[in-house]
């Protein structure tokens, strides 16, 4: 055991794990506003669907939770008029700018997971900006799904009414606030898990990326525990004082923390593979008189 720390430690000083991981805070910091602009904006049109009440429960939750970041009453207004806009064209703009902007942090990812993983080929250009923006929208979806259940349960719109009808309403409310953290737990150990098999320039068995995605989701885990705590303590002090910018330190801080936690699982993942004697390494590129003569043949 102690001999397997003590090589993850000299990869992540070769790596330069903290040097990746301040690049992925910083293009995160980037794209967080304009993702929780448009997450806000998504929440509030789709009214019809999740209910009135159900968007209004998911808003007040997504405002506190700003409130204590940043310690601005502000974001209360600006936030609430996203979810209270039925601007088609807002949204569309905002949507645009957040992936935008948030598939750049997803391009530190996958360049820093090639990095991680060891691999002398990494994508190019084109490769690379085109998997950030896969993985962009499939991080806004399944932050959207947790959100929801976070707040709201599985039992939104008519599947309340349901479950009233059937009188099984109370027991199944009681059982989700037992199963949801478990439930969302699983769901990142998911995510990340698909993030370090889609990212890499690599072809590697999704069984190979479980240790380093659980390792990665029990990091996050701790992290955000620790983020919730001070942000309790912080609410009166150093955030109320600062405001904005206190606010943006720490979440700034948080995202360098939850980058090393992602990095951490790939040096894990990374480490098994070569323990059990797995090349998950593409084969070399053909050069391009190489690929001629394969063309004339």
Not at 34 to 61: Q, R
Not at 122 to 133: A, C, H, K, P
Not at 257 to 274: D, Q, W
Request: charged share 15%; aromatic share 12%.
């Amino acid at each position: 055991m102690w001999g397997i720390v003590c090589d993850i430690a000299d990869e992540w000083s070769k790596d330069r794990v903290g040097g990746l991981a301040a690049e992925i805070a910083f293009f995160a910091l980037l794209g967080f506003f304009p993702s929780v602009i448009v997450l806000a904006a998504a929440l509030g049109s789709v009214d019809g669907i999740l209910g009135e009440n159900t968007a209004t429960d998911v808003e007040n939750w997504l405002v506190a939770q700003l409130i204590d970041i940043f310690g601005a009453n502000n974001v209360d207004r600006t936030v609430t008029e996203l979810f209270d806009s039925s601007n088609s064209g807002a949204f569309t703009i905002g949507a645009l700018l957040a992936v935008y902007a948030a598939s750049r942090g997803f391009v530190a990812v996958v360049r820093a997971l090639d990095i991680a993983y060891d691999h002398q080929q990494q994508r190019n250009w084109l490769s690379t900006r085109l998997v950030g923006f896969g993985l962009t929208l499939l991080t806004v979806l399944v932050a959207a799904v947790v959100l929801i259940l976070i707040v709201v349960g599985p039992l939104i719109g008519e599947g309340g009414e349901l479950a009233e009808k059937l009188g099984v309403d109370g027991w199944f409310t009681v059982l989700w606030d037992w199963v949801r953290w478990p439930f969302v737990f699983t769901v990142f150990v998911g995510w990340a898990a698909t993030v370090y098999h889609l990212a890499p320039n690599h072809r590697s068995p999704w069984k190979l990326e479980i240790p380093g995605a659980f390792a990665a989701s029990l990091w996050w885990a701790g992290v955000s525990l620790g983020f919730n705590a001070y942000l309790d303590v912080a609410t009166s002090g150093a955030n109320a004082i600062f405001g904005l910018l206190g606010g943006a330190l720490s979440l700034l801080f948080w995202l360098y923390l939850m980058a090393m936690g992602l990095l951490l699982g790939a040096e894990i993942n990374s480490l098994t593979a070569s323990r059990l004697g797995l090349s998950v390494e593409p084969k070399p590129r053909p050069s391009f008189n190489e690929s001629l003569a394969r063309f004339r043949k």
